[in-house]
């Protein structure tokens, strides 16, 4: 690490040009790749590729084509929507959509209408021949004796199209539903353009003034993403611009007369105007009592320029106005632009090695703003320290790369080797992750201990020659504030060690334990902004309404067989005793689920007591072995049956029916359930284990859906998470624990640095379950932000702690000094991201509020473990080899390793 970090110096010094001329040549090439590194549509084989779910979901979309449903949400003023309103609205809007461009759309199937609604059947009695209703109770006893007349299975997905309070004997229901069935494409534009089209419809229809008619379906959620991204890409500006405003106060060089504290004054004023202009649209969102509606309709461009033109305005006053608060515009534009930099690098590289970004590839930038915030911190304030007591530019830039960059050298290649264990992972964008994580953090030290010296080198030299160079303001970090509180702080290390070192580790216990109540739950409704007329009709579907789901089961092999046919029709019956999945009781007191399958479709068509009866294929089905049971002998060919239901419904066959080559080799069972997202896991296991008797006649069987699917990610995510975690905070440990030999022969440093890291981690979990901030997709990322922030914490604050100790003869002196120095520069590191990315806490999607307020409490809780919890450890492993009579740390060995300050 010595060499390398007298490397970086040495060409710092010799060539800052080329430095600088590299740095912008390598970012404007991979910068070329990086705005093409978008996140993918399908996010789920990144997470599990190789789930037998995902690839069933896709067999069953190729083999047996797939169909998608619009809900249309009917509600009305009076609290009553089967009334001649409702049903005007109702036969207004299938006249409305048929009507339209999407009626090309609209899929009509024998026996299922491509338009179903709630009053069905009081249009079906009026197409039989019923007097067209003129009142409110002609509606009701129209919808009374339809119900009556249709068959129990039919009756039980109508009862389903009525809101919770209904009452079929009187006929009243708050809320209806219709349903709009229709084509399906695998090209996601082709189908947002379907439903769009649809649903511009419904929203077109003229209905009574009392009517109101909503249109829902998934695909439209999917599609209004780009309201979410947008909404993402102001959250992000304006945590930039509040970082920049903080960095700002943090650079700030000591004003030197009234006029530089105006200016200084003035500026602050307009960047913080600047930062609250961009949120103001978030808060208006959040707060709509509070703020005018016209701030949360603002374009993002419009709201973006005129807050750069009030930093713009800063900047260029502080500049032009004061010679110290110029040197703090270029510290703090050199960080921000060099963080930009180290992302565009990151992202380039993604772009030319993934091709497309991972979900969780996306919060790697808040953790290379952290990272390069707290980098350039501590670089700046050890080089003005330098410059403050004498030293030349020259000797200044070195030393601070020569102190520092140790630091630097060790908390990145720690950070870096512990992301780069997750290229082991299963789990693509697990392995994607670690990657780019440490790509990212490699790049970030690189350019702050090359770049930027060489910037400020160059910008000082020439002040030097012509002796302008103020270094009067560039006062040590003892002379400010924040640096003089958290110097305070070390009288709990100093005096009360042992106490701070048990709270910690309590604490750590009632996090774990909070840790295992930790609930792992996600819905694709929490990134619908809560603003959004789509959730708020989503919710409504969910609470008051227990209409069905398909969950699919997925057979493959020779399913003609009769023992294929035997376990399927045994596996069938079982379902329908499995929790969530919907049934019906035959008269001869039979559960039979409720769906469309190969079993249901065939004895529709030769059960005697079917309303669907067909002899011609019972007379099929009895040559080929059935007996009154529906059972068949074991070796029974059922192709000639089979062949006869294709000739006579090829449609209704090929939905269920799978063949390839003139043979038969799977079959497709859809059930109606009510899982929903949060029992997805449980009837999944229920299906599966129903399907048991197909699986062992040597068939395959998988349950799938998209429900099923997005409970087995957060599952495969969770789990992997623990495995990953583990793996990066080992590598941690063990290089830290070789370092620290090498460096002091004392590796217990590297057990102690690592540990107050994985408390964190135990505390922000806890605490996660303490607020009931489930984990879920975002917060997943957590622990990884935790780990990529809190070990270059813990190593700045431990080696800072050996250099002072080589220099004083107690630890409480020592200890002063780098709470003073380094948890100063850590605590204004952690105060800038803490700041930038608490405006997440204002976003309308839920999963990013919590992102938001998550994030900053792991950043303080990282600021207290490394100024409180690890300086307690310190003290405590100092006394104790001081109490043996050792010598805690050798000089020569210690300065060999790391080198000597000049």
Avoid: C
Avoid at 72 to 84: E, P, R
Avoid at 420 to 435: H, I, K, M, S, W
Avoid at 480 to 489: A, E, S, V
């Amino acid at each position: 690490m010595k060499t390398l970090v007298n490397g970086l110096a040495a060409v710092v010094r010799k060539t800052p040009w080329l430095v600088i001329v590299t740095a912008i040549a390598v970012t404007v090439v991979l910068g070329s790749f990086a705005s093409d590194f978008q996140p993918a549509e399908d996010q789920n084989e990144s997470f599990a590729p190789d789930a037998p779910e995902l690839s069933a979901s896709a067999y069953i979309a190729g083999t047996f084509g797939a169909t998608s449903r619009m809900q249309v949400l009917t509600s009305s003023a009076t609290g009553d929507v089967i009334t001649l309103a409702g049903l005007e609205a109702v036969t207004a809007m299938e006249e409305s959509v048929r009507g339209s461009d999407a009626s090309q759309y609209i899929l009509d199937q024998p026996g299922s209408p491509g338009i179903l609604s709630y009053l069905t059947p009081v249009l079906s009695a009026i197409e039989a021949g019923a007097p067209v209703p003129v009142t409110d109770d002609d509606v009701k006893a129209l919808y009374i004796a339809g119900m009556e007349g249709i068959p129990e299975d039919f009756r039980s997905f109508m009862t389903a199209l009525v809101s919770d309070d209904a009452d079929l004997e009187n006929a009243t229901a708050e809320f209806g539903l219709s349903i709009v069935t229709y084509a399906t494409t695998e090209d996601f534009e082709e189908l947002s353009h379907r439903a769009e089209s649809i649903a511009a419809a419904v929203e077109s229809t003229p209905t009574p003034s009392d009517i109101t008619l909503e249109p829902f379906s998934l695909t439209l959620i999917f599609g209004s993403m780009g309201d979410f991204q947008m909404e993402v890409a102001r959250l992000l500006a304006a945590a930039a611009l509040i970082i920049l405003l903080v960095l700002a106060v943090v650079f700030v060089v000591q004003p030197e007369s009234r006029k530089d504290r105006g200016l200084n004054a003035v500026g602050l004023l307009l960047m913080a105007t600047g930062s609250s202009i961009v949120a103001a649209p978030g808060l208006a969102l959040i707060f709509p009592d509070v703020f005018p509606a016209s701030w949360g309709e603002a374009q993002l461009r419009t709201v973006l320029m005129i807050g750069l033109l009030f930093y713009f305005a800063a900047f260029l006053l502080w500049t032009v106005g004061s010679r110290r608060l110029r040197r703090t515009t270029a510290d703090t534009l050199l960080t921000f632009l060099t963080i930009g930099f180290a992302i565009q690098w990151m992202n380039g590289y993604g772009r030319l090695r993934f091709e497309d970004a991972s979900q969780m590839a996306q919060i790697l930038p808040i953790l290379l703003i952290g990272l390069g915030v707290d980098y350039s911190i501590h670089m700046t304030a050890r080089y003005r320290k330098e410059l403050h007591e004498g030293a030349s530019v020259d000797i200044a830039v070195r030393t601070a790369i020569r102190t520092v960059g140790i630091a630097l050298v060790l908390a990145t290649l720690t950070t870096a080797v512990g992301f780069l264990t997750n290229v082991f992972n299963d789990l693509p964008a697990l392995a994607e992750f670690g990657e780019l994580a440490a790509v990212g953090i490699g790049s970030s030290f690189l350019l702050m201990l090359t770049f930027v010296p060489s910037v400020r080198q160059l910008l000082d030299r020439r002040a030097e020659k012509h002796g302008r160079l103020d270094t009067g303001g560039l006062e040590a970090g003892e002379s400010r504030l924040l640096p003089k509180l958290i110097g305070r702080t070390s009288v709990l290390p100093r005096r009360f060690a042992a106490f701070t070192v048990i709270v910690a580790l309590v604490l750590g216990g009632f996090g774990a334990f909070g840790m295992t109540r930790l609930s792992t739950e996600f819905s694709f409704l929490d990134f619908v902004p809560t603003t959004s007329p789509l959730r708020a009709t989503a919710l409504t579907l969910s609470e008051r309404f227990d209409f069905p789901e398909s969950t699919s089961v997925l057979v493959r092999g020779e399913v003609a067989t009769g023992s294929a046919w035997n376990a399927l029709f045994a596996s069938d019956l079982a379902a329908a005793n499995v929790d969530e999945v919907q049934f019906i009781v035959t008269a001869s007191g039979v559960r039979f689920p409720v769906g469309r399958s190969l079993t249901s479709v065939v004895l529709q068509w030769i059960k005697p007591t079917s309303e669907m009866y067909e002899p011609e294929l019972a007379d099929v089905a009895t040559e080929v072995g059935f007996t009154p049971m529906f059972t068949v002998p074991s070796d029974a060919d059922l192709t000639p049956l089979y062949d006869a239901a294709f000739a006579k419904d090829p449609i209704t066959m090929a939905a269920v029916l799978g063949s390839s080559d003139g043979s038969y080799e799977s079959a497709l069972y859809n059930f109606d359930t009510t899982a929903g997202e949060t029992a997805a896991g449980k009837l999944a296991e229920g299906l599966n284990a129903a399907f048991a008797p197909t699986n062992a006649a040597g068939l395959e069987a998988i349950t799938t859906s998209s429900f099923i699917i997005s409970d087995l990610v957060i599952k495969t995510l969770r789990d992997s998470q623990v495995s990953s975690l583990l793996l990066t905070l080992g590598a941690a440990l063990l290089l830290l624990v070789l370092n620290f030999w090498f460096e002091s022969r004392r590796p217990m440093l590297g057990v102690i640095t690592t540990l107050p890291v994985a408390i964190v981690v135990v505390w922000v979990f806890g605490l996660m379950a303490l607020f009931g901030i489930p984990f879920g997709p975002v917060t997943a990322t957590i622990s990884a932000l935790g780990i990529g922030i809190g070990i270059p914490y813990m190593i700045h604050v431990t080696h800072r702690y050996l250099e002072e100790r080589v220099d004083t003869e107690s630890s409480d002196e020592a200890i002063t000094e780098t709470l003073t120095h380094t948890g100063g520069a850590l605590a204004g590191s952690a105060l800038t991201t803490i700041a930038g990315f608490g405006i997440l806490v204002t976003s309308t999607a839920i999963p990013f509020r919590q992102f938001g307020f998550v994030i900053a409490y792991t950043i303080l809780l990282a600021l207290i473990a490394a100024v409180l919890v690890l300086p307690s450890m310190l003290v405590l492993w100092d006394r104790w080899h001081r109490d043996r009579g050792e010598t805690v740390l050798d000089r020569e060995v210690f300065e060999a390793a790391v080198g000597a300050a000049d």
